[in-house]
């Protein structure tokens, strides 16, 4: 399974982005998805997670409010719209499969990755 995000860039603080990321085909069972980020020099932290069927979230607190991740249900495709940009937003976003239907922050719970995409926010 291949995954391809898009949407990313460069923006103002205070500006909005939407980014979306697409399964190259379905996954053999359910499974909820999540997006990523790493800045340069950290390491790879949770964002945002949403189960299989679309209906359960979980997000990062420093993206509570501003951030909102879903998808289209039944398809292993999702979206995270991110408003009210700041400049710590600013790394390289990553979606991932999970490889269970419920949302998880943990990294190692998600099997398939995305190559990502850049997002800066300039202040």
């Known amino acids: 399974v291949q995954l391809q995000a898009s949407g990313g860039g460069l923006v103002q603080a205070g500006g909005f982005l939407q980014l979306s990321c697409a399964a190259t085909?379905?996954?053999?069972?359910?499974?909820?998805m999540g997006w990523f980020r790493q800045a340069p020099g950290k390491e790879r932290e949770f964002v945002a997670a949403?189960?299989?069927?679309?209906?359960?979230?979980l997000y990062a607190d420093s993206v509570k409010g501003r951030f909102t991740i879903s998808r289209d249900y039944g398809k292993a495709v999702v979206y995270l719209q991110m408003n009210g940009l700041k400049p710590e937003d600013t790394a390289v976003y990553f979606c991932?499969?999970?490889?269970?239907?419920?949302?998880?922050?943990?990294?190692?719970?998600?099997?398939?990755w995305g190559q990502g995409t850049q997002v800066t926010v300039s202040s």
């Open positions: 991932a499969v999970n490889r269970r239907p419920v949302p998880s922050q943990e990294a190692s719970s998600y099997l398939y």
């Open positions: 085909r379905r996954t053999s069972s359910n499974n909820a």
């Open positions: 949403v189960s299989w069927r679309g209906s359960t979230t």
